[in-house]
T-cell receptor, first 115, second 109 residues
Framework: DAGVIQSPRHEVTEMGQEVTLRCKPI?????LFWYRQTMMRGLELLIY????????DSGMPEDRFSAKMPNASFSTLKIQPSEPRDSAVYFC?????????????FGPGTRLTVL | EDQVTQSPEALRLQEGESSSLNCSYT??????LFWYRQDPGKGPEFLFT???AGEEKEKERLKATLTKKESFLHITAPKPEDSATYLC??????????FGQGTTLQVKP
């Protein structure tokens, strides 16, 4: 398996622009997680899905952030409009929901820079 | 509020100098304590899951242990390739992983 795939790997945009991050989880996994990592706040969970259904979005910072999972093999995280404080590395992770459901496997991340 | 705290923030070792990383947690209804390794520019890589106090797991030069209040990651005779940031995370009643800030380990040859 190729592991969790994220695109783009790097994104530089200007304040006010829309940004869409993409994630393909590991085949067979039924839970998907979006995280944000910064030096100040570390790794924070934004939202997670189970069987394509959003379960907990309490970590989504503002209404500017939205996430979708239209099918088991694809998810997007959208920021509209983007702001400089959104600059961070965004990780997608997936796992199989069961006793060990939190053995999450992370993608390589998308480094977002908002100017 | 669930919380995970790691210490030290940074650790420098000479090759072969064994040491331990600490992870203190207050997680309601702990269901699992997880260790990850993160290299610069990469996503966290899963290492271990510990489920109950007294449990130990080993992988090469790493051994993770768990008590009711903390977990330790013991590194025996480390090599330069063990240099990375080590993240600890707890999962409790909420089902979410709560990560610590990490310990950045540097092993000098």
């Amino acid at each position: 398996d190729a592991g969790v795939i994220q695109s783009p790997r790097h994104e530089v945009t200007e304040m006010g622009q829309e940004v869409t991050l993409r994630c393909k989880p590991i085949s067979g996994h039924n839970s998907l997680f979006w995280y944000r990592q910064t030096m100040m706040r570390g790794l924070e969970l934004l939202i997670y899905f189970n069987n394509n259904v959003p379960i907990d979005d309490s970590g989504m910072p503002e209404d500017r952030f939205s996430a979708k999972m239209p099918n088991a093999s694809f998810s997007t995280l959208k920021i509209q409009p983007s702001e400089p404080r959104d600059s961070a590395v965004y990780f997608c992770a997936s796992s199989f929901w069961g006793r060990d459901y939190n053995e999450q496997f992370f993608g390589p991340g998308t480094r977002l820079t908002v100017l | 509020e669930d919380q995970v705290t790691q210490s030290p923030e940074a650790l420098r070792l000479q090759e072969g100098e064994s040491s331990s990383l600490n992870c203190s947690y207050t997680v309601s209804g702990l269901r699992g304590l997880f260790w990850y390794r993160q290299d610069p520019g990469k996503g966290p890589e899963f290492l271990f899951t510990l489920y109950s106090a007294g449990e130990e797991k080993e992988k090469e030069r790493l051994k993770a242990t768990l008590t009711k209040k903390e977990s330790f990651l013991h590194i025996t005779a480390p090599k330069p390739e063990d240099s990375a940031t080590y993240l600890c995370a707890g999962s409790g009643n909420t089902g979410k992983l709560i990560f610590g800030q990490g310990t950045t380990l540097q092993v000098k040859p």
